[in-house]
């Protein structure tokens, strides 16, 4: 069983910053991509950023230049450092990961959410 565990959100001021940690456990053989989603209300989970374990990093045009993603491999944890948070980043964040993990048989590949965390920005 694989576990991704989020914090990190909260309450903040427009122009503020928070930043975000989501950590994977359990019966890991490799990390594919780590990336955060996010769902305002009435809205649809959309892709923030995504990070593959080797090629491009992937933004959300809404969040170029405002937020970066970083992976530390060894952790097995993926961050995502907001910065100039606008309301309209007010959101439920989602930490996404797709994985191969080690059954008896041999592997077997998931893609994995974690529970989510709110981030709130005022205005």
């Known amino acids: 069983q694989v576990q991704l565990v989020e914090s990190g959100g909260g309450l903040v001021q427009a122009g503020g910053s928070l930043r975000l940690s989501c950590a994977a456990s359990g019966n890991i053989f490799s990390i594919n991509v780590m990336g955060w989603y996010r769902q305002a209300p009435g809205k649809e989970r959309e892709l923030v950023a995504a990070?593959?374990?080797?090629?491009?990093?992937n933004y959300a045009d809404s969040v170029k230049g405002r937020f970066t993603i970083s992976r530390d491999n060894a952790k097995n944890t993926v961050y995502l450092q907001m910065n100039s948070l606008k309301p309209e980043d007010t959101a439920v964040y989602y930490c996404n990961a797709d994985l191969v993990v080690k059954i008896v048989l041999g592997r077997r590949s998931l893609n994995v959410w974690g529970q989510g965390t709110l981030v709130t920005v005022s205005s």
């Open positions: 990070m593959p374990s080797g090629g491009t990093t």
